[in-house]
């Protein structure tokens, strides 16, 4: 711990520019980048990794690297050539289980005005979902409505018109058993802290109160 000092505001306005930039200028601002966002972004990782190992588990994955907890700088325009080259957020991702792409995660998504939290996961397996929902829904509903009254929440990922075969259109859950994926986010804004090394607390915070959804999740596909 004690290795983030924050996130520089010379780098959140650096990061609020980068989306018009070509790959010319972010070039010439290379070391900018690298000394103001880059580096902070690893130290955050590795500390923000260990707080939450310290409330889950050794179980949490922080890797403090690029497409390893935090998400790649520049966009993939393969289907949208004409968009901004760079992203103007940083994505931290904090997993928990051995297949990054589908395990129950933590995101934390930091703008220049404001931070982003979510907790959700991809479903391996749909019908693993459907049966912890149908079997232990109660738990789920009940903590997912919890972090929408305490932060305004919103619960993505419904994208089925009708429950699904085998599960009656009243079931006490349908909503959760027409997901194909679940999310649960909200955002704040930038707090005073994000400069300084309690920018860390202040995201465990707000992390703290969507454990219960990510335990769920962990219990459920383990």
């Known amino acids: 711990m004690g290795m983030f000092a924050g996130f520089p505001r010379e780098g959140l306005a650096l990061l609020a520019r980068l989306p018009r ?20 972004a690893k130290a955050f990782v590795t500390d923000l990794g260990a707080a939450l190992r310290s409330e889950l588990g050794a179980e949490v994955e922080a890797v ?13 325009l393969r289907f949208n ?38 907790a959700g996961c991809m479903f391996g397996d749909v019908a693993v979902w459907r049966a912890a929902v149908d079997a232990e829904g109660d738990g789920l509903a009940a903590a997912l409505a919890e972090v929408h009254d305490a932060r305004d929440a919103t619960v993505v990922g419904q994208e089925l018109k009708r429950v699904p075969t085998g599960y009656p259109a009243e079931h006490p859950h349908a909503d959760l058993l027409r997901h194909k994926w679940l999310q649960v986010r909200w955002s704040t804004p930038l707090p005073g802290s994000v400069d300084g090394p309690e920018f860390v607390d202040y995201c465990v915070e707000e992390l703290r109160g969507v454990l219960p959804v990510h335990r769920w999740l962990v219990e459920a596909f383990s």
């Open 64 to 76: 403090p690297r690029t497409n390893g907890s935090i998400g790649p700088i520049n966009n993939d």
């Open 21 to 40: 930039f070509d790959k010319t200028e972010f070039d010439a601002s290379r070391n900018a980048y690298r000394s103001a966002l880059q580096d902070p």
């Open 81 to 118: 050539p004409d968009g901004a080259r760079y992203k103007d957020h940083l994505l931290f991702r904090f997993w928990e289980g051995p297949a990054k792409k589908t395990a129950p995660t933590l995101f934390v998504r930091l703008t220049s005005d404001e931070v982003g939290f979510a």
